[in-house]
Nanobody, 125 residues
Framework: QVQLVESGGGLVQAGDSLRLSCAAS????????MGWFRQAPGKKRERVGT????????YYADSVKGRFTISRDNAKNTVYLQMNSLKPEDTAVYYC??????????????????WGQGTQVTVSS
């Protein structure tokens, strides 16, 4: 069975950095685009960014562009989200997702074939 397990969340101060990881198992990782999404209390889930199967292409939400970086290691079946210059408005549960389609399409539709359980990121001011 497919599992996506996020880790690395926590409580940090504004301006700090954090790196999230998402370890995948039970699927052909290198044939799936991967994405990071987040949901704050009382808000709809929003896209953070997506990455293509090879890692050659990435797509980011305007709110995180220049601060967040998505990368992947297909040998380790893991996708990462490096978050720098964190702001209180980045506080949310962060989810990773896998999609058998393209990263660009995933960035538009926000659809994932598989989802992780999420990891909490809290940024204090």
């Amino acid at each position: 069975q497919v599992q996506l397990v996020e880790s690395g969340g926590g409580l940090v101060q504004a301006g700090d950095s954090l790196r999230l990881s998402c370890a995948a198992s039970g699927l052909s990782f290198s044939t799936h685009a991967m994405g990071w999404f987040r949901q704050a209390p009382g808000k709809k889930r929003e896209r953070v960014g997506t990455i293509s199967r090879t890692g050659s292409s990435t797509y980011y939400a305007d709110s995180v562009k220049g601060r967040f970086t998505i990368s992947r290691d297909n040998a380790k079946n893991t996708v990462y989200l490096q978050m720098n210059s964190l702001k209180p408005e980045d506080t949310a549960v962060y989810y990773c997702a896998a999609n058998s389609g393209s990263a660009q399409a995933m960035s538009v539709t926000g659809r994932g074939d598989y989802w992780g359980q999420g990891t909490q990121v809290t940024v204090s001011s």
